[in-house]
């Protein structure tokens, strides 16, 4: 550890634009020069990049994307070049990594954290065993599992066998000084929002596991059953399912009803345009979007997948429909346009609730501990 600042190499299946990348280049950034990193990308997506600050001891080492030969032959590259690195910390994240993870676990060259914070669409019903058996023995000289959920806690007891003791469970934290329920403010290029107008919407990579044909569909069933209402449905986000999504709304008469923005460079500034904050993954844990709604005081229409009932306030509860009922979460949108007094109601509540249980200084703190950050 040189100067008592730890090197540490963090290891992403990818650092494109995503929850968990931009979350920890917001967190090398609050650290400042207090540690030095060296970032990988396994299939070479460095769409983050941009984000880490200027002046920080951050090294982006594009080279190591060779995954010919043998899982033995990958697994001696890796462990060669993290012998050579002199690092005092790995951190590995989610499945598309756990190569690297078993190449320091014969015999550790190093502290190692491996971070697993959710699954792809395979996954979306259920881990899979094969994939269970490979982590168990991946990381099973760990020196710690960081993982943002309660339910990741109970996967990686029973299924990963990670002793309790090494399982340390650090919430996302929300920046609670960026977004702020300061509506008025927040635009959007190409919309705007009518006068009393409601708009629904969410904020998410258009991929498959985020489901958003359901989010389409379940809000034109609300428009079929009352016509009348003076909504909007505002999908924020890019990604490989926008063409089809497009189609779909469409399909279902409704593509003036409908408004894809494209990215959102800045989501403190468009997010409170909403009224209504919706999620309608297939698999979740802890979502950041939902805290961000929560930090501008919206109310949560949702789909009970990972953590999302257990982050909402008491009074949003009622508002997350169960897995595999459409016709609930298109009801919890429906009462949701209908009643502002109730949508300012639960957005107060969940504004109360993010600030108290969900702020992003304490998960510093918890980071600064776990890696070893003066």
């Known amino acids: 550890m040189k100067n008592n600042r730890p090197h540490i190499i963090h290891v992403f299946p990818s650092f494109g634009r995503g929850g968990v990348p931009i979350k920890i280049c917001h967190a090398i950034n609050h650290f400042g020069r207090r540690a030095r990193h060296t970032i990988i990308s396994t299939n070479c997506d460095y769409g983050s990049e941009d984000l880490i600050e200027d002046g920080l001891d951050v090294a982006v080492d594009k080279s190591h994307h060779d995954v010919r030969g043998s899982l033995l032959s990958r697994l001696k590259r890796y462990r060669h070049y993290l012998k050579k690195s002199g690092a005092d910390l790995l951190i590995t994240y989610n499945w598309g990594s756990v190569e690297w993870a078993l190449a320091n676990s014969f015999g550790p060259l190093m502290r190692h954290i491996h971070v697993e914070s959710g699954f792809g669409p395979d996954e979306a019903n259920g881990t899979i065993a094969r994939r269970d058996l490979f982590r168990r023995f991946a990381i099973r000289n760990i020196d710690a599992l960081s993982v943002p959920s309660n339910t990741l806690i109970e996967i990686a007891k029973d299924k990963w066998k990670v002793p309790e003791r090494k399982i340390k469970y650090i919430p996302n934290g929300v920046d609670l000084e960026k977004f702020t329920p300061d509506g008025d403010n927040c635009k959007i ?11 629904v919407g969410t ?3 258009l991929r498959p596991e985020k489901n958003i044909s359901r989010l389409i569909t379940s809000f034109s069933h609300v428009l079929k059953n009352v016509p009348e209402l003076k909504t909007r449905l505002l999908i924020m986000g890019e ?10 709304a469409d399909q279902l008469k409704n593509s003036d009803k409908v408004f894809f923005s494209g990215h959102i460079s800045e989501p403190a500034k468009a997010i409170g345009i ?17 805290n961000e709604a929560m930090a501008v005081g919206l109310p949560i229409a949702g789909v009970d997948v990972g953590d999302v009932k257990h ?18 979460f298109a009801n919890v949108i429906k009462e949701l346009i209908g009643n502002k007094s109730l949508r300012d109601h639960i957005g107060r509540e969940n504004l109360h609730h993010v600030r108290k249980y969900y702020n992003r200084r304490d998960m510093y703190k918890k980071y600064a501990d776990l890696w070893g950050i003066n």
């Not at 990604?239 to 779909?248: F, H, S």
């Not at 909403?274 to 979007?289: C, G, H, K, W």
């Open 274 to 290: 909403l009224d209504i904050f919706a999620i309608s993954s297939d698999t979740e844990q802890m979502p950041n979007a939902v």
């Open 189 to 199: 290029t190409g919309f705007e929002k009518g006068k009393d107008e409601i708009i």
């Open 311 to 328: 982050m909402v306030s008491e009074e949003n509860k009622p508002f997350i429909a169960p897995v595999g009922d459409d016709d609930a």
């Open 203 to 205: 904020i998410a990579p």
């Open 239 to 248: 990604g490989v399912e926008k063409k089809k999504l497009e189609a779909l």
